[in-house]
DNA sequence: CGTTACCTTTACGTTAACGTAAGGTTATGC
DNA sequence: GCATAACCTTACGTTAACGTAAAGGTAACG
């Protein structure tokens, strides 16, 4: 059987792929985000580990909260499989994509002006060498 | 003359128009992000200071230190009008540049993402209540 | 059998970005 | 003329997200 996906990963190894250091991830473990399996006293981090790492610092990156990150993969999770649990993720995630979107469309605008800036710095560089000719 | 852009704010002004406290706006005087004038001991607040706050809170809504902020303003001030500081601010923010659209990209991926799993979890809400009738 | 490499836990230290409390100044209303 | 509001400075406290050091277990290698 091929299995390459459901291999499992060592921390150094988890370190490597993902660039965070092995004090980063127990601390993720100690808030909840990650929960690798164990091999007596060894962590095992499976294909569903990596991908909530993945998650993590996407999050991250996004200017989340590791609270706040939990509370994504729990829904990642749908780990309510009762209504009114599955009702109130639901909630929790259009906000959370509502803040995303906002966030994209006042990047978009960031990136306008600052790409304004550029150009006329780079105008403006340019005339201070021409003129030293 | 008309002058309303060039009106001057308070502190508890500025506060009210950015939701910040006098605290947090304290905090980026002494982290030398803003530098609004004196009336004798108290602080008032320039149309450029508001533009430099504007830029100071999107800045930190994308995930950027005050510190990357304060180098993004001595950018836009375009300071160095000699050639050399000049280039190398260009440079800067360039690679700010990229960052950010970066940052757009890896977002769209994500709110699409998410958006999928909306769907997915919309979808399983319906059947969870029309199970019940 | 020792040491080297890799893993573990516990626990105190650090940085950024403010919060909060204490104590003092200045203008305004009554 | 004094209290109230709005400002100020100084300085210690707090939270998040780790860093780092200490002390120890285990497996393989020579």
């Not at 808030?31 to 996407?58: F, N, W």
């Not at 906000?95 to 960031?110: G, I, K, S, Y």
Request: aromatic residues 6%; glycine residues 4%; hydrophobic residues 45%.
């Amino acid at each position: 059987m091929i299995h390459a996906l459901s291999e499992t990963l060592t921390i150094s190894q988890m370190c490597q792929q993902f660039s965070v250091t092995p004090r980063a991830l127990r601390f993720y473990e100690d808030k909840e985000l990650l929960a690798p399996a164990r091999k007596g006293m060894q962590r095992l981090y499976s294909a569903r580990d990596r991908a909530r790492l993945t998650l993590i610092l996407r999050g991250k990156r996004f200017g989340f909260s590791l609270e706040d990150i939990r509370q994504l993969l729990a829904m990642y999770d749908h780990s309510g499989s009762n209504e009114a649990q599955l009702a109130r993720t639901l909630d929790l995630a259009r906000d959370r994509l509502a803040h995303m979107t906002a966030q994209r469309d006042e990047l978009a605008v960031a990136i306008a002006d600052l790409q304004i800036e550029i150009t006329q710095a780079a105008e403006k560089l340019a005339q201070l060498r021409t003129q030293k000719v």
